[in-house]
């Protein structure tokens, strides 16, 4: 299976604090993107990194790939209160059908 | 000014009824998506369409029809609704040279009783 999988499943900080992810996925990949889902919304996208690519810079965000680990993190810097959410990598293969398979996501809290 | 836009938001039926999600996309994208998200948050994608065209169906029960008129729209039609069949459904836009950059809808809680 292609599908990736967010480590921690849970994650808890105080403001001010970095908060940092991590995605395991099975495949080679085109890309991979980062996702973020507020409690009751949709899916936003944060960023996206190519398989030639290792790392990407987005204000607070920062993402690493390390493609032959099969595994990219997601830093979230100097987070704020309005940082809690649900973190989601997503993939899509390398000659596969064209889909992004979602992993199963890691909740951040962030305590003000 | 909505760029993915979904209804309705809620969805309470009784199992066995047929019921439709409708979903509109104003961002000019050629590809629309339906995906499922069950209760511990497990996004799965059911269908595609490129174009009006579908190109992926993920072994969804033949109960899940979706039905694109256009490219700007991709409606779900459920029938014989199941106990299994609640969850928040998401539509999703993406454009096909955009390396699946997906805009998604804010969801439909579908609740079968």
């Known amino acids: 299976s292609q599908q990736g999988e967010e480590d921690p499943q849970a994650l808890s900080i105080q403001e001010g604090e970095n908060a940092t992810m991590n995605c395991s996925y099975k495949?080679?990949?085109?890309?991979l993107q980062w996702y973020r889902q507020n409690s009751g919304r949709g899916l936003v996208h944060l960023i996206l990194?190519?398989?030639?690519?290792r790392e990407k810079h987005s204000g607070r965000l920062r993402v690493t790939l390390d493609t032959s680990k099969k595994s990219s993190s997601l830093l979230i810097t100097a987070s704020r209160a309005a940082d809690t959410a649900s973190y989601f990598c997503?993939?899509?293969?390398?000659?596969?059908?064209?889909?992004?398979?979602f992993g199963k996501g890691t909740k951040l809290t962030v305590n003000p | 000014d909505t760029a993915v836009s979904q209804t309705p938001k809620y969805l309470v039926t009784q199992m066995g009824n047929d019921k439709s999600i409708k979903c509109e996309q104003n961002?000019?994208?050629?590809?629309m998506y339906w995906y499922k998200q069950d209760s511990k948050k497990f996004l799965k994608i059911m269908f595609s369409?490129?174009?009006?065209?579908?190109?992926i169906n993920e072994t969804v029960p033949n109960r899940f029809s979706p039905k694109s008129p256009d490219k700007a729209h991709l409606n779900l039609h459920i029938n014989s609704l199941e106990l299994g069949d609640s969850a928040v459904y998401f539509c999703?836009?993406?454009?096909?040279?955009?390396?699946?950059?997906?805009?998604f809808g804010s969801g439909t809680q579908l609740s079968v009783l």
């Open positions: 990194i190519r398989s030639n690519e």
């Open positions: 997503a993939t899509s293969a390398r000659g596969g059908s064209e889909k992004l398979v």
């Open positions: 369409y490129n174009n009006k065209e579908l190109i």
């Open positions: 961002l000019g994208h050629d590809t």
């Open positions: 999703a836009s993406s454009q096909k040279s955009d390396n699946l950059k997906l805009f």
């Open positions: 495949t080679s990949i085109n890309n």
